[in-house]
C-alpha cells in the first residue's frame, strides 16, 4: 500500500523559498503519516526528509550545525530548514501593509475580513489582534452608511462588527435589485404607452408635425388627473377627488397647474380613499359628506400584502433600519402601522393624535399616534410626518415625498 502513494517532489530553495518551504514541508508531513514512516525511528525519518528533499537540500544540511542532543532527530532537522527558508518577518512592513488594506470593488465584507485576518497573523498584534482587525473594517469598509452605522455603536466586538457589515451588504443587494426591476418596468410601460399614443395619433392624421408630435406623445404616457400612467376617465383614481392645492375637483395635487399657491397644512382629519386587504382594493369612492371647511386627505392604498415585483414598492433606510414602502402618488399621508414603527432603533416617542383616518365607506381606520421620522435614499434624506397605526398596514409614502 505505501508503494503506491507518491512521495512529494524535490524541494526547491530557489525563488519564492518560503512559500516553497511551506508547501513541501506540508506534502512531507502527509507522506510521513500516509506511508507510517513517522512511526520510524528519528534516524530513519532524518534519512527519508533528505532523501526526498534533493540534492540541493542536501548540500544546504551539509552547512548546518546541530549540537549534540540534535543530531539524528527530524524536529531540529525541520526546524533549521525553515529557519534557512522563512526570512524574518519585517514587523513594521506587514503592519504598514495591514493598515492600507481597504476594501475593494466587487470584493463581499466575508473576502475582506479574510483578507485581513490572513494580514494580521505576520503584525505580532497578540491578544489586541481582533480588535485591531475590527478598527480596520471600520476604517476600510467601502459603504459609508455602513462606516457611520459602526461608528455609532457601543463596545463594537468583531463579531457584532461583522453581523452589521454583512446585513448591510444583503439589503444593498435587495436595495439594488428592486430599483433594477421598478426601472426596467418604467421602461417597458412607457414604451408600451408611447406605441399606444402613437398608432392613436396616427390614425387621427396627426403626423407629419416634427418636433410637435414627439412632444405631444411624451405629455400622454401619463394622465393629467392622477399623474399614474395612463387609462381611461372611469378607472382614474383622481376622478371626484378635491385638489388640496386648488379645491377644484378631478385631479391630484401633483399634477395641478396652479400649483404656486400656498400648500395647506395637515388638517386634523383625513380620509383613506382605499383600505387593500389580502390584494382585495375597493375604489371609487364618493365624495364625503363631512362639512366644508375640512380638507379630506386621500391614502390611495393601505394594504396587508405586496407583491414585491411591484415597481412602486421602495426599501428606504428610516432611523437606521430598512423598511419596504409602497410608494402612492395618490396618497395625502405617509402611513406605517405600529409592528413595524417597533422595529426601528432610536424610534422616537409616538405623540397623542386626534386625527382621524376614514374609509370610504365610512369605516374607521385607527390612529395609534404620530411621530417625525428620518429617512435616507443613498445620500438624500429628509424628515416626514408620519401616521402610525396599530393595523397591519403596508408602509406607505405618500405624494409628498414621492415628489
Given at each position: ?41 528519528q ?20 552547512t548546518?550545525t ?46 475582506f475580513v ?34 457611520a ?94 385638489c388640496?392645492?386648488?379645491?377644484k ?46 380638507h ?24 437606521n433600519?430598512?423598511?419596504?414602502f409602497k ?20 424610534r ?17 381606520v385607527?390612529?395609534?399616534g ?25 408602509p ?8
Amino acid at each position: 500500500m505505501a508503494e503506491q502513494i507518491l512521495a512529494p517532489k524535490p524541494l526547491k530553495l530557489d525563488g519564492n523559498a518560503a512559500e516553497n518551504w511551506r508547501r513541501w514541508k506540508k506534502a512531507f508531513e502527509l507522506y510521513m503519516t500516509a506511508t507510517e514512516k513517522d512511526k520510524k525511528s528519528q534516524k530513519i525519518q532524518c534519512a527519508t526528509f533528505l532523501t526526498l528533499a534533493g540534492e540541493a537540500a542536501i548540500t544546504v544540511y551539509e552547512t548546518l550545525t546541530f549540537e549534540d542532543t540534535e543530531k539524528d532527530k527530524i524536529e531540529p532537522l525541520l526546524a533549521k530548514f525553515e529557519a534557512y527558508s522563512l526570512p524574518k518577518e519585517n514587523v513594521t512592513h506587514e503592519r504598514h501593509v495591514f493598515n492600507l488594506r481597504k476594501q475593494k470593488p466587487d470584493e463581499s465584507v466575508e473576502q475582506f475580513v479574510t483578507e485581513l485576518k490572513r494580514l494580521a497573523k505576520n503584525c505580532e498584534y497578540g491578544e489586541l489582534t481582533n480588535s485591531i482587525v475590527k478598527d480596520r473594517i471600520v476604517e476600510g469598509i467601502s459603504n459609508d452608511r455602513t462606516r457611520a452605522r459602526l461608528l455609532r455603536e457601543k463596545d463594537l466586538s468583531l463579531e457584532r462588527c461583522m453581523d452589521v457589515c454583512k446585513a448591510a451588504e444583503v439589503a444593498d443587494k435587495h436595495m439594488k435589485t428592486l430599483t433594477d426591476k421598478s426601472r426596467k418596468s418604467e421602461e417597458i410601460d412607457a414604451v408600451y404607452s408611447r406605441g399606444r399614443n402613437y398608432r392613436r395619433e396616427t390614425h387621427s392624421g396627426l403626423t407629419g408635425n416634427g418636433g410637435k408630435d414627439k412632444k405631444f406623445y411624451n405629455n400622454r404616457l401619463n394622465c393629467s388627473r392622477c399623474g399614474q400612467g395612463n387609462h381611461s376617465y372611469d378607472k382614474c383614481p383622481a376622478v371626484r377627488k378635491e385638489c388640496r392645492n386648488c379645491h377644484k375637483k378631478n385631479h391630484f395635487m401633483s399634477q395641478c397647474r396652479t400649483r404656486d399657491k400656498e400648500l395647506p397644512k395637515y388638517p386634523r382629519k383625513y380620509r383613506v380613499d382605499a383600505v387593500e386587504n389580502n390584494g382585495k382594493q375597493e375604489r371609487d369612492a364618493e365624495p364625503s359628506s363631512e362639512s366644508s371647511d375640512e380638507h379630506e386627505f386621500y391614502v390611495y392604498s393601505t394594504e396587508t400584502t405586496a407583491d414585491k415585483s411591484d415597481p412602486w414598492i421602495l426599501p428606504l433606510e428610516v432611523n437606521n433600519s430598512i423598511v419596504t414602502f409602497k410608494v402612492d402618488t395618490g396618497s395625502d399621508v405617509n402611513v406605517m402601522s405600529y409592528n413595524e414603527f417597533k422595529t426601528l432603533q432610536n424610534r422616537p416617542k409616538l405623540k397623542q393624535s386626534k386625527t382621524k383616518l376614514k374609509a370610504y365607506n365610512g369605516g374607521d381606520v385607527q390612529v395609534q399616534g404620530q411621530c417625525i421620522l428620518s429617512l435616507k435614499l443613498k445620500e438624500k434624506s429628509v424628515k416626514a410626518l408620519f401616521l402610525i397605526s396599530p393595523d397591519d398596514v403596508k408602509p406607505i409614502l405618500g405624494r409628498e415625498l414621492s415628489e
